[in-house]
Structures are given as structure tokens and as C-alpha cells.
């Protein structure tokens, strides 16, 4: 016969899909009873009444009671946090704030933190970010995306994302997609509707994304930039001083111009730029294989060049991304290129880009190093 021991160890196993932290550890077994026959009833506490991923922790309990020998059936219940239990779980993942703290911008934070950034719109900036994102996921790292383009929010879109987050007390739970958490304002608006904010109504939103979501313990985080050097650009320098930017443009000289503009805005405000992606930049001809360079040649290297020469150090071209109609098919399928084709030439291109920054060194500008005078 099965133990509460036994089904406890075997509910470890089982983790709350929005926190990814096991449902024992957050306190959500509300009991086990266990009949004479083998038969197994466990309460389950959801966080919130009409939990929407309830029937994924129903199922993983399941299965994962199921497993136990002499297990004859196996029932699962669902009750709901008390208030004070939902406190209790936001001070434990969130830890005692007078006021909201950004944990990222903690000096000690191990998180990378990649601004994406462009001159102007239409040059694939939003495909860059999801498809590193998912690289960066598939070399095993855990990863975020932050859609801070307000205005012209469309990660959701392109990773697939259909879920709305869920708040617990002050904390918001992000959905994921492809293993990765996604925040946008477009999952807090009707439809399709426009947002109509001056800039305080974007610092806030912003603000509120990287303060109160429970993002969790992530290896890279990537925030999608609305194009230029506007509200939000200065917003993510103030409250994220350790974000690098990556600079996406394409080989067209008038779009390499404006992106040089959106990269040099580090020197203002004192941040890194890791690189420069060049997309669109060559596809082959259909009919000889020949590369054909649609937009020009030569912005991603005009754009390194020159911010090279202005912050003084060698910012790297990372990649040159050439045009793929799958790239944008994926995009509207939510599926990211680099999962659903990655031999493709514009996947590899970009797998390579997340190699490159994964071997970077993180440096230790901001960094606390524990020395103290003799």
C-alpha cells in the first residue's frame, strides 16, 4: 500500500505550470487520503478560483500518483488559497518588499538582460528577438521575453501565446510558450485595440512588468523596443542599467543611418552594446542560387563600424540574416523558425547569433566583487 509519504515525494515531481516550482514547495497540497483499496483522493489549492491551467495540474497529479505501486485510482480536488496563504506564497517568491524592486537591476543578478533595438520600424526586429529567444532556449537556457513595444506589440503573435497572465495578490504570472515567458500589454486589452498612453503610462507598464511579474530564476531576458530612441528606450536605461543592446538593421544605408542613431543613444545613457544583426540581408535566386542582395550590402558592417568609432570599443556585426518567406510564415504561425526549421539558412544564421552571445563574457561592470580595504 501507497503511503502520504510516498504520494508526497510523488507530487515533488508535479509543477504548478505558471510558477515551474513543485506544488509541494508552494504549499498547494491541501491533503491525501488514501482508502484501504489503494485508492488516492489529493486537494490541490489552486492559486486563484477558476485557475485556467487547472486541468494540466489535474492531469500531471495523475499521472504522477498513478505511477505508485498498489495505487488502485487516483482522484483529484481542487480548493483555493485563502488570502493569507496567497500573501504567504508572494512573500516566498517574491521576499518582503516595502515597494516594488526590480530584481534584474540587483547588482548581483546573473540574468542577461538584451534591449532589441532599431532605427525604424519594418526592418525584423520582433522576428530577431522571439527567434533568440528560442534559441537561447534550445541551448538549455531559461528564458523571458518582455514585448515593450507598446504601440506595436506582436511577440504573443509570433511565439503562439493565446493564454492571458494570471495575478496572484501584487504578482502576475506570465504565460509560456516553447518553454519561454512571455509579458505584453497586448494580453491585457480587448481584441485589437490600440493603446492610447503618453510616456508616464508607459514607464509604469513597463515598470510593472519587470517588477511584478514572477519571472522566476531566468539565464536571458529580452525586451522587444518599440523603434527610435523614445519614452521607452530611456525607461529600460533607467530602470534596467545593465541591459545591452542589440542592434538590428538592414544592409540598406538609410536604414543603417537610423539604426546607428538607436545604437548610440548607449553613450547617453552608459550602457553596452552587445552588437549588431543585420537582417534581410541576401536571399538566393530562385532560379541559379546566386545571392541576390535586395536591400543593398554593407548597412550591418556601416552600423558596427560607426558605433565602434563612437563608444569606443568593438561592437561585433553577430549575423547577417538572409530573407526567408518561412521566417515570416513561422512568425504568423507562432512557431519561431529556428524550432520548426532549424537547418534553414535564416535559423542557423540566427542559432549562430545566440552562440556568439552565449560565449561572451558577462564583465563585471556593476558587479559587487567583495573586496574591501587592508
Request: charged fraction near 20%; charge should be neutral; aromatic fraction near 4%.
Amino acid at each position: 500500500m501507497p503511503t502520504v509519504e510516498d504520494v508526497t515525494r510523488a507530487l515533488a515531481t508535479v509543477q504548478d505550470p505558471e510558477i515551474h516550482r513543485p506544488i509541494t514547495e508552494l504549499d498547494m497540497v491541501g491533503g491525501i487520503e488514501i482508502s484501504p483499496a489503494g485508492a488516492v483522493r489529493v486537494t490541490v489549492l489552486l492559486t486563484i478560483r477558476g485557475c485556467p491551467l487547472h486541468e494540466t495540474i489535474k492531469r500531471e497529479v495523475t499521472a504522477a500518483v498513478a505511477r505508485l505501486p498498489g495505487v488502485t485510482g487516483v482522484r483529484v480536488e481542487f480548493g483555493v488559497m485563502t488570502d493569507e496563504q496567497r500573501q504567504d506564497l508572494q512573500r516566498r517568491l517574491m521576499g518582503e518588499r516595502d515597494e516594488r524592486e526590480i530584481r534584474f537591476a540587483r547588482p548581483e543578478s546573473l540574468t542577461r538582460l538584451y534591449a532589441v533595438a532599431s532605427g525604424k520600424g519594418g526592418v525584423g526586429k520582433s522576428s530577431v528577438t522571439v527567434n533568440l529567444a528560442a534559441a537561447f532556449s534550445a541551448l538549455g537556457r531559461t528564458v523571458g521575453v518582455v514585448d515593450a513595444d507598446m504601440y506595436g506589440h506582436s511577440v504573443p503573435r509570433m511565439l503562439g501565446v493565446t493564454a492571458r497572465p494570471t495575478q496572484v495578490q501584487q504578482m502576475i504570472m506570465p504565460p509560456a510558450a516553447h518553454g519561454i515567458r512571455v509579458i505584453s500589454v497586448g494580453m491585457f486589452t480587448a481584441g485589437n485595440d490600440p493603446i492610447v498612453w503618453r510616456g508616464p503610462m508607459l514607464h509604469r507598464a513597463l515598470r510593472q512588468f519587470l517588477a511584478d511579474v514572477y519571472w522566476g530564476d531566468l539565464d536571458v531576458l529580452l525586451l522587444d523596443l518599440p523603434p527610435g530612441t523614445g519614452d521607452i528606450a530611456i525607461s529600460v536605461a533607467q530602470l534596467l542599467p545593465a541591459a545591452e543592446l542589440l542592434v538590428v538593421t538592414t544592409p540598406q544605408q538609410a536604414a543603417a543611418e537610423v539604426a546607428e542613431r538607436a545604437g548610440a543613444i548607449a553613450l547617453q545613457t552608459h550602457q553596452r552594446v552587445a552588437g549588431v544583426v543585420e537582417n534581410m540581408s541576401w536571399l538566393p535566386c530562385p532560379h541559379c542560387g546566386q545571392r541576390m542582395e535586395p536591400f543593398g550590402s554593407g548597412g550591418g558592417a556601416a552600423v558596427s563600424d560607426a558605433l565602434s568609432r563612437k563608444v569606443g570599443g568593438h561592437v561585433p556585426l553577430l549575423g547577417q540574416v538572409p530573407l526567408d518567406v518561412r521566417l515570416r510564415e513561422q512568425g504568423d504561425a507562432g512557431t519561431p523558425l529556428v524550432l520548426a526549421d532549424p537547418d534553414a539558412p535564416a535559423a542557423k544564421e540566427l542559432r549562430a547569433v545566440a552562440d556568439r552571445l552565449t560565449a561572451r563574457g558577462r564583465g563585471l561592470a556593476g558587479r559587487p566583487l567583495g573586496l574591501s580595504p587592508a
